[in-house]
């Protein structure tokens, strides 16, 4: 119902900046929650940040104002802002749309955060 398409990653030097996008379609974009987050290589998938329609956040205590998430509703675009990010930032990061017990998952797009 939710089709989502990450964009935005990369490689990037410790200390660097990204800005991961998302792009939403297939269904009512503003009715859901949003969200980022990352699965490293041999660790579970954690969440990053979310993001309510009317722009409430929430963000996972390891990003300590590192990152910020953002939505446009008329884009049915979000957004994470990514800055001094760390050699542990590296992961696949996946966009998210969440409502009740539903989930939707892009495929993902590497960071790589090394030099």
């Known amino acids: 119902q939710v089709q989502l398409v990450e964009s935005g990653g990369g490689l990037v030097q410790p200390g660097g900046s990204l800005r991961l996008s998302c792009a939403a379609s297939?269904?009512?974009?503003?009715?859901?929650?949003m969200g980022w987050y990352r699965q490293a290589p041999g660790k579970q998938r954690v969440r990053v940040a979310t993001?309510?329609?009317?722009?409430?956040?929430n963000y996972a205590d390891f990003v300590k104002g590192r990152f910020r998430i953002s939505r446009d509703n008329a884009k049915n675009m979000v957004y994470l802002q990514m800055d001094s990010l760390k050699p542990e930032d590296t992961a696949v990061y996946y966009c998210?749309?969440?409502?009740?017990?539903?989930?939707?998952w892009g495929q993902g797009t590497q960071v790589t955060v090394s030099s």
């Open positions: 998210n749309a969440n409502r009740w017990t539903t989930d939707y």
């Open positions: 297939g269904s009512i974009f503003s009715t859901y929650v």
């Open positions: 993001i309510t329609n009317g722009g409430g956040t």
